[in-house]
């Protein structure tokens, strides 16, 4: 227990660290340069994005946001999160008083606190209060999942000592086993919201497996060359559940879980029926000059990317140490890209400043296999466009659907 805290005091230190270098170089910026959004410009995207249906806002309600709001005067990270978790508690403690007289409206309001409590750990749990406020995010969906029909199982996988927690879902009524698909979360979404996307392959009789990616969420590693591991260790388990077809199994990814899918399409190739990712990293991403000129200061990304990024490395101290190590996770430099792959829908956008677009071309380039594209000309990050191709109507309308033909077909596509 002692190590788990030094652990956690640690990476809140670090993630300091790193902050604390960026707003020095936010104050030396010239005019035009890159620079993060001050807390103010902060309040003024978020509840913009809140009032749009952009992530990572999706399904608040600006009205809370703005709440939220009245109490954070500061970047401090723990007085950001008391200032959701202030508004998510009266969702939560009502929630609880409703669950027998009103389960419909104890549900909603679980939800609510779900999202706003996640949002106040957002990008990731760097402080004693973020921290907490990820707690609390998980016992409000835990609360929220008890109305899963089909019901959500909690599952723990060992590994090397410890072990991986996932959230799994099988559909009603199967009369043998089912396919399935395993979920991997980008850098600061996390398994529950794949958990709460992915509700919609139930009805066609697929199950899905919903995990943290390496350093992220509960995740018991962090990112390395090796971190796949990882991931096989899941579809170990898929494949020893009997209520599982061990011979269609899927994988998706958003983000950095793009990544897992993609380098699993290669390593795992055998053992998957077809990986979807979107935007996934490939190799000019991890390339110290992207990092230094598209991932610093991106505007896209709502704030903190760099230190969040460096934050699920293993062993990564420093912006410097970053830059030099990133390029040994690019799968060309792993010598993986251009071997043998499972059949893929790859899903991007042309305008996206947080994995280049030339990552997914090179993508598409390589491999045995035909793969599926989906690439937005007017997109960003994962393809989405603001009032056009928001992120559910990508999931339901291109996702869900190749998916869903991937593992019903008997056999494996050629």
Request: glycine letters at 6%.
């Amino acid at each position: 227990m002692m190590s788990r805290r030094f652990q956690f005091a640690f990476n809140a230190l670090l993630f300091a660290v790193v902050t604390a270098f960026m707003a020095s170089a936010q104050e030396s910026a010239q005019p035009g340069e890159r620079r993060e959004r001050t807390i103010d410009e902060i309040k003024v995207e978020a509840i913009h994005r809140a009032e749009v249906g952009q992530y990572p806002l999706i399904g608040l309600d600006p009205a809370d946001v703005k709440e939220a709001f009245e109490t954070i005067h500061t970047a401090d990270k723990d007085e950001w999160a008391a200032g959701f978790m202030r508004v998510a508690d009266r969702y939560f403690n009502e929630a609880k008083s409703l669950e027998k007289s009103d389960p419909k409206k104890a549900d909603a309001d679980y939800i609510r606190a779900w999202r706003l409590y996640s949002f106040g750990r957002w990008p990731i749990p760097a402080s004693p209060g973020k921290q907490r406020s990820y707690e609390k995010a998980l016992e409000a969906f835990l609360d929220h999942a008890k109305f899963f029909d089909p019901p959500l199982e909690v599952v723990h996988i060992p590994f090397e000592g410890k072990e991986i927690i996932a959230y799994l879902r099988l559909p009603k009524s199967a009369t043998g086993p089912v396919p399935i698909v395993i979920a991997v979360n980008g850098l600061d979404s996390r398994k529950e919201d794949l958990t709460e996307s992915f509700s919609a392959i139930l009805p066609f009789g697929i199950g899905y497996l919903a995990v943290d990616g390496p350093g992220t969420g509960q995740n018991p590693i962090k990112v390395s060359e090796t971190s796949d591991r990882m991931l096989s260790k899941v579809i170990d388990y898929a494949q020893s559940r009997p209520e599982i077809d061990k011979t269609r199994i899927a994988m998706h990814g958003v983000s950095w879980g793009a990544y897992w899918a993609t380098k699993m399409a290669i390593v795992e190739r055998a053992r998957l029926r077809g990986c979807s990712a979107q935007s996934p990293p490939i190799d000019h991403f991890f390339q110290k000059e992207f990092l230094m000129t598209s991932l610093l200061g991106n505007r896209e990304y709502l704030f903190d990317q760099v230190p969040a990024l460096m934050n699920i490395l293993d062993g990564i101290h420093t912006l410097n140490e970053m830059g030099d190590y990133l390029p040994r996770l690019s799968l060309v430099h792993q010598g993986l890209l251009g071997k043998p792959m499972a059949p893929m829908l790859i899903l991007a956008g042309v305008k996206d400043t947080q994995v280049p677009i030339d990552d997914e071309y090179l993508l598409l380039s390589k491999g045995d296999t035909p793969k599926v594209a989906w690439i937005n000309p007017s997109g960003g990050h994962l393809g989405r466009q603001v009032g056009v191709w928001p992120d559910p109507r990508i999931f339901k309308e291109v996702i869900i659907p190749w998916l869903v033909k991937t593992l019903q077909s008997p056999d494996k596509p050629l």
